[in-house]
């Protein structure tokens, strides 16, 4: 992940960055490295290739991560990030390595090995070309047999295919699930009714990100809100994955685990890049944790 901070983005023209930040990203390593700044281990299967890999790998020297290397042919991606003042964020993606079948199935034996003894596996981000649409939904069976659970992150045909498979937590932001039910979300209340339309297809917990609006749990003992007062981001790359990180750290009791979540992911947004909370960032005591909300509440995103 490579990072330009910004006054403000000029098209056209030649600009000097503010700021400028690299570090190994994609969305699975930055919940492994969130975990780890708090004290939880974390390992992390990846795809490892080219000069670009060999970069992520100096990156990630001293990090803690246990990492699972998998060799494949074509590089590792660089995405580009660029944020502007009152944190507007803008994202440039690259398609990443095309994977042959035979990395696939090296990937899904190595988090087959890696989920035994894990108390979670999550499985993040978009899909590698090569990757088959049910490359996730295959994590899932493969991880329940070794007694992991599942929490996915991804979007689009792979989040859909892989709902059936039973995952135990997904967690969608507002633009997932709208795409997920195929319609737009406006208000609590939609956001809720997709949620539970969502919940009925086998997932055992949806848990939604909704930026300036917190965050909504729904399981099978309810739903809940959780938010903090409004502020200003630095930057929101990487806040749904600490707000995922910090549900899977206090993921015993779910009240708990809601409030741990968006205080990791506000505090995540009032950092720099992809950069995850250390202990000193999160103020737990700012989250507001509701039973009841107004479901006609309209959404600020």
Known sequence: DLTYELDGLARGEVQRAASMSVEAGGKGINVSRNLIANGTASRAVAPIGGPSGEQFLSLLE??????IRVPVDEPVRTNVGIVEHEGVVTKINAAGPRLSSDEVDRILTDTASASHRA??????????????????ARVVALAHDAGCQVAVDSSGPPLSATLKAGPDLIKPNLEELSELVGRQLTTFGEVLAAAKEVRAMGVGIVLVSLGADGAILLDEEGALHAETPPFTPRSTVGAGDALLAGFLFASGDREAALVEAVAWGAAAARLPGSRGPAPGDLDRQAVSLHTDFDLDRRLKG
């Open 119 to 136: 108390t979670w596996l999550a499985a993040c981000g978009s899909l590698p070309p090569g990757a088959p649409v049910d490359f996730y």
């Open 62 to 67: 001293g990090s803690g991560i246990e990492l």
